[in-house]
């Protein structure tokens, strides 16, 4: 008998795909709306083939993300349904969308990068966000995934970073709006500007037009390598340095050194390695995913803070969320007095790194 660990990762090349199509054919739309369901109701209600749907009900009930009753009654269980349930903020079907449709296409390439190195496989100069947003289809799924992946943790970091004193916040890469719309929840008064590709105004202005942010929240187009960014007091980047190698980082950071003013600091908001980098599991496994699909890497606590203080904040708070994804604040001068932040626990603190 394989170990338990083992045998799921081995079929896992089964569980993604299926999860994807279940998503895709709306079943988890089906069982979070009309509670347990047999397989052949659920199919016929959605046009689809029920020997292939039970084969696949099987196969999920069995890596636990669905339940099978005695009576063939399939659920949704409560700890997978705000995931699983597109009406619901912590819905994760772009991502998933992403994982199957982007990442699995590129996983080839890591026979050739362990063969060769990634620099001598990939083509000089090459742009790791051409393909992303190579088309409307392609920059939406994109987007989608991206929105996914951060709006329900959003919320968590925007009220750990502590943004009632904050007046214009600047969010560097952006996207379609997650954290600017979390930050604009949080802190009434605040206004925020998204600053990224000018393919993505589109996607922002549905953001805005969608939760009737108004003036609040507006959109900068421009490149943050080449174009410097918009003046605020503070400077946010939402998983983007984890895109890109440490000089580029730090090119990044000192610009925003120079865009926000003496009192200004910076927000560096990512999943973070362990210090022993032994886990957890998503930051190890995504690590794996930026080497595919981008230039950089996932960090420790440590590893950022170093980065703070070379581009010039000498000054950095460590706050841990509830979930995989944490927030650093970097000061541009000594804030005087270590910040607190409503909505940590005992085991989810503020780290002082300076």
């Not at 329900?152 to 004193?165: H, I, R, T």
């Not at 996932?298 to 706050?319: C, I, N, Q, Y």
């Amino acid at each position: 008998m394989l170990p338990s660990t083992l045998e799921k990762t081995l079929f896992g090349v089964i569980a993604t795909p299926v999860l994807h199509l279940a998503d895709r054919h709306h079943v988890f739309t089906h069982l979070a709306a009309n509670g347990p369901s047999l397989a052949d109701d659920i199919a016929t209600e959605l046009g689809l083939d029920d020997d292939t749907l039970e084969r696949m009900l099987l196969a999920l009930t069995a890596f636990e993300i669905i339940q099978r009753a005695p009576t063939g009654h399939y659920s949704l269980p409560a700890t997978m349904r705000p995931f699983l349930d597109p009406d619901d903020e912590q819905y994760i079907g772009g991502f998933i969308n992403h994982l199957v449709e982007e990442t699995a296409g590129r996983m080839p390439r890591l026979d050739s990068y362990l063969r060769h190195g990634k620099d001598s496989v990939d083509s000089p100069g090459s742009q790791p966000f051409a393909s992303l947003y190579r088309n409307d289809e392609a920059t939406r799924a994109f987007l989608n995934a991206m929105w996914d992946l951060s709006f329900a943790p959003s919320k968590e970091l925007a009220a750990l970073a502590g943004l009632a004193d904050t007046v214009h916040l600047v969010d560097v890469g952006g996207a379609s709006g997650p954290f600017a719309v979390a930050a604009l929840h949080t802190s009434p008064a605040l206004r925020a500007t998204v600053f990224d590709l000018p393919q993505v105004q589109p996607y922002l202005e549905e953001t805005r037009t969608a939760y009737d942010l108004g003036d609040r929240l507006t959109f900068k187009p421009g490149d943050f390598f080449t174009d410097d960014f918009p003046e605020g007091d503070c400077i946010a980047f939402g998983y983007i340095l984890s895109d890109w190698p440490d000089q580029d980082c730090l090119q990044l950071l000192r610009k925003a050194h120079r865009g926000c003013p003496e009192h200004g600091r910076v927000l560096v908001m990512d999943r973070l390695f362990d210090n022993s980098r032994q886990g957890p599991l998503a930051t190890s496994a995504m690590n794996l995913t930026m080497h595919l699909e981008t230039q950089g890497r996932h960090r420790t606590a440590d590893e950022f803070t170093a980065l703070l203080r070379e581009a010039g904040f000498p000054h950095s708070e460590t706050h841990r969320s509830s979930g995989d994804k944490h927030v650093l604040i970097g000061y541009k001068s000594d804030p005087g007095r270590m910040r607190t932040t409503n909505g940590g626990t005992a085991d989810h603190g503020v780290t002082p790194d300076d």
